[in-house]
């Protein structure tokens, strides 16, 4: 008996990883050689940390619900958690630039977007689809 695969293929999500994680660190890059730090090369650095943090993230998103998904996970749904982790780590910089962020700031902020992602997953869950009656 073969066991039932709930996720896409490996390859997809990291030849996706792959890409983001060059473009955020090149931008990075870029960001952090040639530009001044003045508002916009700020806004360039949260841009980029967002996505070099999704690259990062989207593997290990992707082992995580290799473990513990019960029922099938879309690209989709990988990407919006790889997503919310590279915003995560992009609101913890702002939050350190500022000389803010305590280890219970960065526990409070993690847990509710935790939260946040069951919350969205329920809703996904409880929403009816017509398809899903016939299997």
Do not use: C
């Not at 473009?23 to 890059?29: N, Q, S, V």
């Not at 989207?58 to 989709?76: E, M």
């Amino acid at each position: 008996m073969q066991k039932k695969q709930y996720l896409p293929p490996f390859g997809k999500i990291f030849s996706t990883a792959l890409f983001l994680t060059i473009i955020g660190g090149g931008g990075l890059l870029f960001t952090f050689i040639f530009l001044e730090p003045k508002l916009g090369a700020r806004w360039l650095f949260f841009f980029f940390l967002v996505i070099f943090g999704a690259g990062i993230g989207l593997p290990f998103t992707f082992i995580v619900q290799r473990r513990f998904a019960k029922q099938t996970v879309g690209s989709h749904i990988l990407v919006r958690e790889a997503a919310l982790f590279g915003i995560y780590l992009s609101l913890l910089a702002w939050l350190q630039l500022g000389r803010i962020l305590t280890n219970l700031i960065l526990m409070i902020i993690g847990l509710g977007f935790i939260l946040f992602e069951m919350l969205l997953r329920m809703a996904e869950k409880a929403t009816f689809t017509a398809d899903a009656d016939n299997e």
